[in-house]
């Protein structure tokens, strides 16, 4: 197994093991399965979502793409090779859906989280209208990469393709990175804030703002999978970056909501 195989499968375990724990945490705290709210259900798309992301991930690593160095004889390429570029090219898309679908799903169950919290609060008003910047992003986003950015839609798995926007997908990467760190910076500054301000003990305190703190890290890896993806468009660098945004993500989005697990297992207190 490559490098990128068992470094994804070790995230992946990781994150799916903490899903899990938060699926029977809600169930203990709920009583049922059947009473789980709707940011819990939503999850469920999330884990679809991450699984084929890892999956295909793993594919595109060890395929090429239609993203050809500078001076590459595409007359040498045979049927055969071509066609392999051609199926390479289409997982890198599907790739960059559901790395796309991944965390805009995880950011939707986190504000779900935060538009409780802050129901009767001022605070309800920013996640409101992150809610609203995070749905306006993902449509024009998606709209941009569907009907925009390269025309016609085949071409992303031309090869070789005419329209470099088609294989190196610059524009879409610098939209979506904008659209991406600006709502993850948003949505930390609103929780570490709220965390920070509220009347938890001083203990509690840290542990809430270390765990929303590992936002930090996934802020971290979207600017680092963009830097990659940019810098070294050849290499597999940028594979790594993105497996640890969105199984960080998943990490962040899932364990704040252990604690019922935690205190029936270890006989601690209420939070």
């Not at 499968?9 to 945490?25: D, E, K, M, Q, V």
């Not at 049927?79 to 796309?100: A, H, N, P, T, W």
């Not at 590992?214 to 290499?235: D, E, Q």
Request: hydrophobic share 50%; proline share 3%; with cysteine.
């Amino acid at each position: 197994m490559s490098q990128l195989g068992i470094e994804s499968w070790i995230w992946y375990s990781l994150a799916i093991f903490i899903t899990g724990c938060r699926y029977i945490s809600r169930s203990l705290l709920f009583g049922s399965v059947w009473k789980l709210k709707i940011d819990d259900w939503i999850m469920l798309f999330a884990v679809a979502t991450y699984t084929t992301l890892i999956i295909t991930m793993n594919i595109v690593a060890t395929e090429n793409s239609n993203l050809l160095p500078p001076g590459f004889d595409i007359s040498a390429l045979t049927q055969d090779e071509v066609r392999r570029r051609q199926y390479g090219s289409k997982m890198v898309l599907v790739v960059e859906q559901m790395q796309i679908l991944t965390i805009w799903t995880l950011k939707t169950t986190l504000l779900v989280m935060y538009y409780r919290l802050t129901e009767k609060l001022t605070e309800n008003k920013a996640v409101t209208f992150l809610l609203g910047y995070i749905a306006v992003a993902f449509v024009v986003m998606e709209a941009l990469y569907f009907a925009k950015w390269c025309r016609p839609f085949h071409d992303y798995w031309a090869v070789p393709t005419p329209n470099a926007q088609c294989s190196a997908a610059t524009n879409h990467l610098i939209t979506n990175a904008v659209f991406n760190i600006s709502s993850d910076l948003i949505m930390l500054g609103i929780g570490l804030s709220l965390f920070i301000r509220s009347r938890l003990p001083a203990k509690r305190k840290v542990l809430l703002c270390c765990i929303f703190g590992l936002g930090i890290f996934v802020i971290l890896a979207a600017i680092l999978n963009k830097y990659y993806s940019f810098s070294h468009p050849f290499s597999v660098d940028w594979t790594f970056w993105y497996i640890r945004e969105a199984s960080t993500a998943m990490l962040v989005a899932n364990m704040p909501f252990i604690w019922t697990l935690l205190r029936r297992m270890f006989h601690l207190g209420e939070f």
